[in-house]
T-cell receptor
Framework: GENVEQHPSTLSVQEGDSAVIKCTYS??????FPWYKQELGKRPQLIID?????GEKKDQRIAVTLNKTAKHFSLHITETQPEDSAVYFC???????????FGSGTRLQVQP | DAGVIQSPRHEVTEMGQEVTLRCKPI?????LFWYRQTMMRGLELLIY????????DSGMPEDRFSAKMPNASFSTLKIQPSEPRDSAVYFC???????????FGEGSRLTVL
């Protein structure tokens, strides 16, 4: 099955700085890589995703990059704000065949 | 649509009792997933259904856990008998098969004393 590793487990940045979270996956058949944000006591919610036919995707202050050869993908948040503080999960799957496998999560703290 | 609806939101029970968690997926979604979240193990897949049929239940911890999906709009996760190590937040999620994107319910926080 798929195995997703995520680093770092915690990340503290100053407001306005950038934050980068990295994930690796094991199954070369995986073709869908979403990122979820979970605020304290809330449900995980999709913030951005990327499919294997593209290398980068951007949505305002967040971007995701994918390197299929190396089997890793990353989340980039620029101009961080206190409301970005949350736990972020990466995930991977081969859509239609398997459920999402999640990374262990990164707790991001943005210091005002 | 109201999104994925789970009940109860909170459940406190004593060891040995039966626990039933319920989920109503988003209308039109044909895949349903049960995940368990703990600090130690993160988000773990327990089981998922496509078109009401269980596809992968390899994440179900043991025979104490069972899940059913009698129709497209309802699923249950049952724990019998419950144990303190079952304490966790149980999330139900649904998706339209093939798209990948999961929509999570608000979760059921289970505490087994």
């Amino acid at each position: 099955g798929e195995n997703v590793e995520q680093h770092p487990s915690t990340l503290s940045v100053q407001e306005g700085d950038s934050a980068v979270i990295k994930c690796t996956y094991s199954d070369s058949a995986s073709n869908y890589f979403p990122w979820y944000k979970q605020e304290l006591g809330k449900r995980p919610q999709l913030i951005i995703d990327i499919r294997s036919n593209v290398g980068e995707k951007k949505d305002q202050r967040i971007a995701v990059t994918l390197n299929k050869t190396a089997k890793h993908f990353s989340l980039h948040i620029t101009e961080t704000q206190p409301e970005d503080s949350a736990v972020y999960f990466c995930a991977a799957t081969d859509t239609g065949r398997r459920a999402l496998t999640f990374g262990s999560g990164t707790r991001l703290q943005v210091q005002p | 649509d109201a999104g994925v609806i789970q009940s109860p939101r909170h459940e406190v029970t004593e060891m040995g009792q039966e626990v039933t968690l319920r989920c109503k997926p988003i209308s039109g979604h044909n895949s349903l997933f049960w995940y368990r979240q703990t600090m130690m193990r993160g988000l773990e897949l327990l089981i998922y259904f496509n078109n009401n049929v269980p596809i992968d239940d390899s994440g179900m911890p043991e025979d104490r856990f069972s899940a059913k999906m009698p129709n497209a709009s309802f699923s249950t996760l049952k724990i019998q008998p419950s144990e303190p190590r079952d304490s966790a937040v149980y999330f139900c999620a649904s998706s339209f098969r093939g798209t990948g994107e999961l929509f999570f319910g608000e979760g059921s926080r289970l505490t087994v004393l």
